[in-house]
């Protein structure tokens, strides 16, 4: 067996270790070479999967390859993140995550998969408020009255969500946190079964993600009585928002893109300057703003802290809250 010599073998060897890198780095160069794959756990036609696509359509004419939103519907959202979780980390598969994501890090015992561990945030998307929406019959016009008539009436207002751990549900267990009232939480299966009954009074209150009640709030058949981002909605300008009474509130619906973990930075850099050059384009925006939702700038950093954030916020709610998947 011929030996070679050591600075030879170790010259040869070192060549060797960087050729993975340097195969990362091509791919990177020629990236997209083919279509991208953008992953959600939503169905078509909601307010994820809208700005999934107008998101996807902007990057997609940009790249010169197809970026298609594939819906993968299941275990609240999970499906998807797994899905993406498993994926090669090459930029061709991508996930639209929400603000479920960061919920179910701490709601769910068994995920087979990790936020922090299996995915690198690319860029957030959009914020929407929820609304805190109450039927006309509850005797109270803005945050405070309803924080009075609650505490004067424990367990007697009804409080509906979209499910057990949703937004919808967290939000209003932060509320119920926060001020001390206590409310009867109703998950239903659909936004639109809850709204109905929202809408009938079978239910009281609601806090709502704005794109859903928003027309409803405009014809005066529910009472909006404060939105739940930090700052007011211009798709509300009237209506305050609720830490204007409760100092330190919030709770918006957002969404961003994240790729499996390992994705090259070059990669990465490139979807995150796409995104956000869609979120700034007029159109977008325009039609963004029409349903009550801002853009959320930022780099791949800002997102990733960002992120870290929210799975710490909804953590501490959900384990306060003592609340459990079903």
């Known amino acids: 067996m011929m030996k070679l010599p050591r600075r030879k073998f170790l010259h040869i060897a070192a060549g060797a270790a960087t050729l993975p890198a340097f195969a990362r780095m091509a791919a990177a160069q020629a990236y997209p070479s083919r279509p991208v794959r953008l992953i959600l756990g939503f169905a078509a036609g909601g307010s994820a999967d809208i700005v999934a696509r107008l998101i996807a359509q902007h990057v997609s004419d940009k790249i010169g390859q197809p970026v298609i939103v594939e819906n993968r519907t299941g275990a609240s959202s999970n499906l998807a993140g797994e899905a993406v979780a498993r994926s090669a980390p090459d930029g061709y598969t991508l996930f639209f995550m929400t603000t479920v994501n960061a919920i179910n890090a701490t709601f769910f015992d068994n995920l087979k998969f990790d936020l922090k561990r299996d995915f690198t945030p690319i860029s957030g998307v959009t914020r929407v408020p929820n609304v805190l929406n109450v039927n006309p019959s509850v005797p109270a ?156 700038a930022g780099s791949p950093a800002e997102f990733a802290a960002f992120l870290a954030e929210e799975t710490d916020k909804w953590g501490k709610v959900v384990r306060a809250a003592n609340i459990k998947a079903e």
């Open 141 to 296: 016009n803005n945050v405070a009255e309803f924080i009075a008539y609650a505490k004067a009436n424990p367990g007697k207002l009804n409080m509906a969500s979209t499910g057990n751990g949703t937004s919808i549900h967290l939000a209003g267990e932060l509320f119920q946190a926060m001020t001390g009232t206590k409310l009867v939480h109703v998950p239903y299966r659909s936004p639109p079964q809850a709204m109905t009954d929202l809408l009938s009074g079978q239910v009281q209150v609601m806090f709502d993600v704005m794109t859903q009640g928003l027309q409803h709030i405009k014809e005066g058949r529910l009472r909006a009585l404060g939105v739940t981002t930090a700052t007011r909605s211009d798709a509300l300008p009237g209506v305050p928002t609720v830490a204007e009474t409760v100092p330190g509130y919030e709770a918006s619906s957002w969404s961003g893109v994240c790729a499996p973990m390992g994705t090259p930075a070059e990669v990465v850099d490139m979807l995150n300057k796409q995104i956000q050059a869609a979120m700034a384009d007029p159109a977008i925006k325009a039609r963004l703003t029409s349903f009550g939702s801002t853009a959320i």
